[in-house]
Antibody, heavy 120, light 108 residues
């Protein structure tokens, strides 16, 4: 069974840092690009970052560029999101998502999400 | 950057009725790179449609997608109780994967 399980969310103060992880199983992880998508409370979906299967290409939304860093460890089948300089507006459920195929930036598998709360 | 506008914002229908959701793009979407997702309360999104009209694995045939250029439609032919949810369109012509703001299908 293809599965994505996020972890690492929690309460952090504005300006703080947090690292999210996404453990993948049931598919050949290194063959697929991966992304992070977030959803603020009561709001819609917002793409924030993507990474190619090999990890050599990364992409960021303007809202997080320079503050967040996406990476992956293909030997551990794990995707990461390092978040720094967190703001109140970064508070959201963060989903990791698998791209369906090479070069097509839509998502056929999603994790259940991890909640990031930014508050003093 | 392409902006996607979904309408109506909320659709109130009864089980068995037909639902038609619209997704309009601010500029033409190449290769019909348009996907639709369903999200139920407290759950992750689920892929329904990609390439504007191809159903994802395991999606019932009451869900269909159509359209090209700037105008796309998701149709649910006969609403089942489990179809009441929020639906999002997504343009995926580049790595950004812009989403529409969502449209809610609620029970009348």
């Amino acid at each position: 069974e293809v599965q994505l399980v996020e972890s690492g969310g929690g309460l952090v103060q504005p300006g703080g840092s947090l690292r999210l992880s996404c453990a993948a199983s049931g598919f050949h992880f290194s063959s697929y690009g991966m992304s992070w998508v977030r959803q603020a409370p009561g709001k819609g979906l917002e793409w924030i970052s993507s990474i190619s299967g090999s990890g050599d290409l990364t992409f960021y939304a303007d809202a997080v560029k320079g503050r967040f860093a996406i990476s992956r460890d293909n030997s551990e089948n794990t995707l990461y999101l390092q978040m720094s300089g967190l703001r109140v507006e970064d508070m959201a459920v963060y989903y990791c998502a698998k791209l369906m195929a090479l070069g097509v930036w839509f998502f056929d598998v999603w994790g259940r999400g991890t909640l990031v709360t930014v508050s003093s | 950057e392409i902006v996607l506008t979904q309408s109506p914002g909320t659709l109130s229908l009864s089980p068995g009725e037909r639902a038609t959701l619209s997704c309009r793009a601010s500029q033409s979407i190449s290769n019909s790179y348009l996907a639709w997702y369903q999200q139920k309360l407290g759950q992750a999104p689920r892929l329904l449609i990609y390439g504007a009209s191809s159903r994802a694995t395991g999606i019932p045939d009451r869900f269909s997608g159509s359209g090209s250029g700037t105008d796309f439609t998701l149709t649910i032919s006969r609403l089942e109780p489990e179809d009441f949810a929020v639906y999002y369109c997504q343009e995926y012509g580049d790595s950004r994967g812009t989403f529409g703001q969502g449209a809610k299908v609620e029970i009348k």
